[in-house]
């Protein structure tokens, strides 16, 4: 992190393990980054939002490829509020051009003069539609006069840029830009050995935590829902209240052992003893809904050690939206 904040000879060691450490990739910097610090191993320059004017927006994002034989990418980020803005001066202003944009008076929704209007430089790179390479020559009346209007193509430039792809009708595709001459070899980045928060230990195995017993108890009201909306024109319990389907003390019964349940006969054991009326049409259809809880779970809260001595919780396909017969 370079950060205009930091020590001197903090920074200067960012700067220095930039040019020098194979295993640097990415720096995360203030904009102060781009007030003259040179790093001659920089590739490629991300910015997250404009500048406030063209120059500054050249200023920092042209840090990268500096190095004789880098070939550099420029990445801007903006906002489509921002690029509607854009547009809307450009509408107005009848014209692409500085000269005309500037003309153009820049005010809010509520029709009253913006506090900080767009620099007319930076509205005119911005609403570029043909080739930016050439915007930025006209904009800064950059020298050959002869290749000044020139597009990429026309200029024969080595990287076309996206939009004369697009024109010509070249391949270019922004995850794959042309490596540069310079072949050194990036080395791939090191994650951490996990990367999710420690959780704390269960006290039982088979135990669920407070915000785990609340997930689960929400989950079996919308299987509650599910069944009502299956079973309620079947005879002989048609039209019966929906809380007489999957009652309350069911449910309780369910999520208190959820864990515990590793097959479907120790399922139907708990429908039994609440006398379930739809064990024989629906008990196979709510053991592998609540295998997909018991999974979810797993996968939540990283209960890798959870003893899974029934086979049947891998095999189980993921139940439908609505249970069926």
Known sequence: MYNSLALEKYNKKTIDLLDSDPHWQIVITTTALSLGIHAEELRDSIAVGTANTQDNR??????????EGIIACR???MTMTELNKVNKIVKASGKVSVAAVSKVKQTTRAGKDTKKPLNPAKVVFLAEKVCPVACENVVYDNPPPRTLRMDCIQAQHPIPCDLCCMQYKLPYDPCQF???SDETTLHLFTMPSTASKPHKPRKKADDLKKVELEEVERALATYEQQLYAEEQLVAPHC???CSLYFPNALQEAIASDLLKIKSLAALNIILALKSWPFIELQSSNLFDYISLLQKTIHFQYGLSDIEKSSSNIDAVNLPPLNPSK
């Open 239 to 241: 039209y019966h209240p």
């Open 75 to 77: 990445i801007i980020f």
């Open 178 to 180: 042309p490596s540069s």
């Open 58 to 67: 050249k200023q920092d994002v042209g840090r990268a490829g500096w190095k």
